[in-house]
């Protein structure tokens, strides 16, 4: 099954800003939207944004997310050590049914 | 506290059958669509399938790789979530977890997991 591609990795510098792309097609981000998630070593994945931009409680207005046609993106300012993980943007195809997820990106903040 | 709590994980044999279980606590089970994912070692997200609400006839979807072997089931009686594992191949090796999805308008995505369950299909 298709799905979402995303660069495998990004560095950037302590309180710098680091965006990250996600594209799919018209059957799942560019039908239904997108959502991130953060994924540090040895722990279970966390919701950082869905339904494109939404924002859960608790998770930092540093970490912003946006949809433009296929592709999505999630930004993150004022980078910190500890935004050092692998991000995972998801989707759901209407046209395969199922869910997809992109490879993932590390983020090495330096 | 809402929470998801997987058990069930081990080592199997390739042609095997392994039940993983998916106890939730915190929240009204059966309001919410529940997935599996799982992740082989040092790899990425994989999401294996979904049990939707009770509002949706607990209806079920499968990824591709795993159709006609896994089967999702539910007992809202008991808040849990099964995942019937079988003629697993060693490629089914992962660590699973169940993610409790949004559901509604446009892609939720998931906001509570479980710590996972390991399991280890080799001979």
């Known amino acids: 099954q298709a799905g979402l591609t995303q660069p495998p990795s990004v560095s950037r510098g302590l309180r710098e800003t680091a965006t990250f792309t996600c594209t799919g097609n018209?059957?799942?981000?560019?039908?239904?939207?997108a959502a991130w998630l953060q994924q540090h070593q040895g722990h279970p994945p966390k919701l950082l944004s869905y339904?494109?931009?939404k924002r859960p409680s608790g998770i930092s207005e540093r970490f912003s997310a946006s949809r433009s046609g296929n592709t999505a993106s999630l930004t993150i300012s004022g980078l910190q050590p500890e935004d050092e993980a692998d991000y995972y943007c998801?989707?759901?195809?209407?046209?395969?049914?199922?869910?997809?997820f992109g490879g993932g990106t590390k983020l090495t903040v330096l | 506290e809402v929470q998801l709590v997987e058990s069930g994980g081990d080592l199997v044999q390739p042609g095997g059958s392994l039940r993983l279980s998916c106890a939730a606590s915190?929240?009204?089970?059966?309001?919410?669509?529940i997935d599996w994912v799982r992740q082989a070692p040092g790899k990425g997200l994989e999401w294996v399938g979904r049990?939707?609400?009770?509002?949706?006839?607990?209806?079920?979807e499968y990824a591709a790789s795993v159709k006609g072997r896994f089967t999702i089931s539910r007992d809202d009686s008991k808040n849990s979530l099964y995942l019937q594992m079988n003629s697993l191949k060693v490629e089914d090796t992962a660590f699973y977890y169940c993610?409790?999805?949004?559901?509604?308008?446009?892609?939720?995505?998931?906001?509570?997991w479980g710590q996972g369950a390991m399991v280890i299909v080799s001979s």
């Open positions: 915190g929240f009204t089970f059966s309001d919410h669509y």
């Open positions: 339904r494109d931009n």
């Open positions: 049990s939707r609400n009770r509002a949706k006839s607990y209806s079920t």
């Open positions: 993610a409790r999805y949004i559901s509604g308008t446009n892609f939720g995505g998931f906001d509570i």
């Open positions: 018209s059957n799942n981000v560019g039908d239904q939207g």
């Open positions: 998801s989707a759901w195809d209407s046209s395969l049914s199922v869910l997809v």
